[in-house]
Structure formats: structure tokens, C-alpha cells
């Protein structure tokens, strides 16, 4: 079974607006959760994390919040603009491993 | 410059034809690992070494080799390549970010392995 969820393979929004990126896990053991940024033709690039005693981390434009309770994470780029579009993977992290999500493919329109 | 580096970046061959796709990471780093990205599927953990001669099995390590003899370098090895191995192919090093506990990781370029 699948331990990281994204349930949206793609998303569509127009430039200056909010992006969502949602993900949700099974697994509670890990201590961090991430998000990777990738574009074509090129490996997968570190966006930002949040350690599982938090609920709320932020990073420029970049804002992950974690819900322990639901077991959900989400990614807001507020505001988006289309050098964001890319596919976007959320991990869980410990000391050993990532386990990545299948990504979720953000289109940012100008 | 800080990079990871994978070659070949391309790569077709046969059924059975053994093949070795090296990684090369400049940053001293203990971690290191290998990715497969398939379509629908994400970032998929081959195998990982947590520092020379120490490797283990990721979460698809069938058909696949590992090698760390050196702290730079984490070759790729398929002794009998597979259709099924057929995918895009991502190495990574990794650093444990300082005040926490987790691996940021560097990915490389990606190789694209088709396997006929």
C-alpha cells in the first residue's frame, strides 16, 4: 500500500493566485516531511521541509503545513508564478530513508 | 560547483546485455542512493549507502547491484538488464541538515535506460 499519497496527479492555476499541493501519509515514524520541486530533464531539487513537532513552516512564497491529527501535509505558493510549474513530490524523511509520493504536476498559466 | 553527476545520461540496450551506470557526487557526502521515476509510479528507492562498503536494499532492489569502494562514487550495476527495467534513473547524496534529522538530498541529471 501506498505510504504517501498525492491524489492529484496535476494541477492548473493562473499566475498571481494560490497553489495548493496536497499529500497525505500512513505511516507516522518519520520525523520530517519534504517537498521536492522537479522540472523536466533535470533531477528533483529540495523545496522545503517540516519536522513533525511542527505545523507550520515557511520559505518565501513557500508555505507547508502539517496536520498530524489527519495525517496531512500541504504545500501553499502564494503567489504562483509560472516559473513554479513543474512536478512537485512530497516525502516523508528519517534518519535513513525518503519515501516519495507520485508527484503532482502544477501548470502556473501567465 | 556542488554537483552529482551520472553517466551515461542516455542509454539503449538489449535484453541481458550487462551495463553500469556510475554516480559521482563532489559534496564529501556519507549518503548517497539510487531512484528509478516511472510514470503514475514517483521516485522509487533502489538501494542506499549510508557510507563506503555499507549499502542496503531500498524498496525495489530486484535486479540491481550496488558498489561503494569510495566515498565519492555509487555505480549502478544490472547484471542482466529487463524490459521491466526500462525508466529514468536519478542518483542522490545526501547531508544531514545541521539542527535536524533528516537528508537533504542532491539529485543528479537522471538517466534514461531502455532496455529492449
Known amino acids: 500500500d501506498q505510504q504517501v499519497k498525492q491524489n492529484s496527479p496535476s494541477l492548473s492555476v493562473q499566475e498571481g493566485r494560490i497553489s495548493i499541493l496536497n499529500c497525505d501519509y500512513t505511516?507516522?515514524?518519520?520525523?520530517?516531511f519534504l517537498w521536492y520541486k522537479k522540472y523536466p530533464a533535470e533531477g528533483p531539487t529540495f523545496l522545503i521541509s517540516?519536522?513533525?513537532?511542527?505545523d507550520k513552516n515557511e520559505d518565501g512564497r513557500f508555505t507547508v503545513f502539517l496536520n498530524k491529527s489527519a495525517k496531512h501535509l500541504s504545500l501553499h505558493i502564494v503567489p504562483s508564478q509560472p516559473g513554479d510549474s513543474a512536478v512537485y513530490f512530497c516525502?516523508?524523511?528519517?534518519?535513513?530513508?525518503?519515501?516519495f509520493g507520485k508527484g503532482t504536476k502544477l501548470t502556473v498559466n501567465p | 560547483e556542488a554537483q552529482v553527476t551520472q553517466n551515461p545520461r542516455y542509454l539503449i540496450t538489449v535484453t541481458g546485455k550487462k551495463l553500469t551506470v556510475t554516480c559521482s557526487q563532489n559534496m564529501n557526502h556519507e549518503y548517497m542512493s539510487w531512484y528509478r521515476q516511472d510514470p503514475g509510479l514517483g521516485l522509487r528507492q533502489i538501494y542506499y549507502?549510508?557510507?563506503?562498503?555499507?549499502?542496503d536494499k531500498g524498496d525495489v532492489p530486484e535486479g540491481y547491484k550496488v558498489s561503494r569502494k569510495e566515498k565519492r562514487n555509487f555505480p549502478l550495476i544490472l547484471e542482466s538488464p529487463s524490459p521491466n527495467q526500462t525508466s529514468l534513473y536519478f542518483c542522490?547524496?545526501?547531508?544531514?541538515?545541521?539542527?535536524?534529522?533528516?537528508?537533504?538530498?542532491?539529485f543528479g541529471p537522471g538517466t534514461r535506460l531502455t532496455v529492449t
Open positions: 517540516i519536522s513533525s513537532i511542527k
Open positions: 505511516n507516522s515514524m518519520f520525523d520530517y
Open positions: 549507502s549510508m557510507n563506503v562498503e555499507v549499502t
Open positions: 542522490a547524496s545526501s547531508f544531514t541538515r545541521p539542527g535536524t534529522g533528516f537528508y537533504e538530498q542532491y
Open positions: 516525502c516523508q524523511g528519517g534518519s535513513e530513508k525518503l519515501v
